[in-house]
């Protein structure tokens, strides 16, 4: 099983349509979340933390289930702009202070 | 401007030639880490530093060396690169050590080891 997992998509969606990512964790003790988001073969770019109450950055909104150990990211009114493969990280405070990517989650807008 | 500096964008080379990829920050960060990409297989860590002189493994550390002269460098040397090398490679910094803290990438080395 891998430590983070998500689906890989892609998710193909109409401009203006709502769209939600979901990724899951394997490590209980996992201390930090974020999402990023990486264009075709360019680096990755912080989009958000993530944390326990939810939090909302304009059209998105993530939010973070640690019983169920799963993170979620809604994007609102999808530009064509929002096209990109969304990364879900985590991170653990061990004597490494690792953080683990998932695979990656292909959305693509159309007009 | 704030940034992480990787060189070359590009490289191809032949299996066994010594190759270095060299990463530089101007944030004074601590901590410094390489990555490489693989389809499918998200961002796997190869080599990180906490500081200066200080590097340890990650996840995939089979056939890099890496070191930490400076606070600002972190090259990534493959002695020997074999074909299952060719992957997109990314250098990172941030801050320190915490994990809750932004991560800055490079804009990425794609190496092809023929």
């Known amino acids: 099983r891998k430590e983070v997992e998500q689906d890989p998509g892609p998710f193909n969606v109409p401009e203006g349509a709502t769209v939600a990512f979901n990724c899951t964790y394997s490590?209980?003790?996992?201390?930090?979340f974020f999402w990023y988001r990486q264009d075709c073969r360019k680096e990755p770019k912080l989009l958000m933390s993530?944390?326990?109450s939810g939090n909302e950055d304009g059209r998105f909104t993530a939010q973070l289930n640690r019983a169920s150990q799963y993170i979620s990211l809604l994007i609102r009114d999808s530009k064509l702009s929002d096209s990109a493969t969304y990364l879900c990280?985590?991170?653990?405070?061990?004597?490494?202070?690792?953080?683990?990517f998932g695979g990656g989650t292909r959305l693509m807008v159309k007009p | 401007e704030a940034q992480v500096t990787q060189n070359p964008r590009y490289l191809i080379t032949v299996t066994g030639k010594k190759l270095t990829v060299t990463c530089s920050q101007n944030?004074?960060?601590?901590?410094m880490s390489w990555y490489r990409q693989d389809p499918g297989l998200g961002l796997r860590q190869i080599y990180y530093?906490?500081?200066?002189?200080?590097?340890d493994k990650g996840d995939v550390p089979e056939g890099y060396k890496v070191s930490r002269k400076e606070k600002r460098n972190f090259p990534l040397i493959l002695e020997s690169p074999s074909p299952n090398q060719t992957s997109l490679y990314f250098c990172?910094?941030?801050?320190?050590?915490?994990?809750?803290?932004?991560?800055?990438f490079g804009s990425g080395t794609q190496l092809s080891v023929l």
């Open positions: 990280v985590v991170g653990f405070n061990n004597a490494g202070n690792m953080l683990t």
């Open positions: 530093s906490m500081n200066v002189e200080v590097t």
């Open positions: 993530v944390y326990s």
């Open positions: 944030m004074n960060h601590e901590y």
């Open positions: 990172a910094s941030r801050l320190g050590a915490a994990t809750n803290e932004k991560l800055f």
């Open positions: 490590n209980s003790a996992s201390q930090s």
